[in-house]
């Protein structure tokens, strides 16, 4: 699979902020209601919910560290 280097950040971003989303309302739902019959739905719902709200600030979040944080640290190799 060949995909432009620009769309690196938006789909590193985007898969980030499914697979987070979705550990969170995970976890957040299980303490909050425990198991349930409708625990899938629920989940479901609130998996949806959080990645509208996680995608944008990875993204956000991932620019500003990028540009603003690593653009600074001079990275080196040991040889």
């Known amino acids: ?14 898969m980030m902020a499914i697979l987070m989303s979705f550990i969170i ?3 957040l739902l299980l303490i909050k209601i425990g198991w349930s019959d409708h625990f899938i739905d629920d ?7 959080a990645f509208m709200v996680a995608w944008p600030c990875a993204y956000i979040c991932a620019y500003l560290i990028q540009e603003h944080v690593l653009s600074r ?3 080196h190799r040991d040889e």
């Open 1 to 14: 699979m060949r995909i432009h280097a620009k769309y690196y950040r938006l789909i590193f971003t985007g």
């Open 25 to 27: 309302s995970t976890v």
């Open 43 to 49: 989940l479901l719902h609130s998996w949806s919910l």
């Open 73 to 75: 640290i001079e990275f």
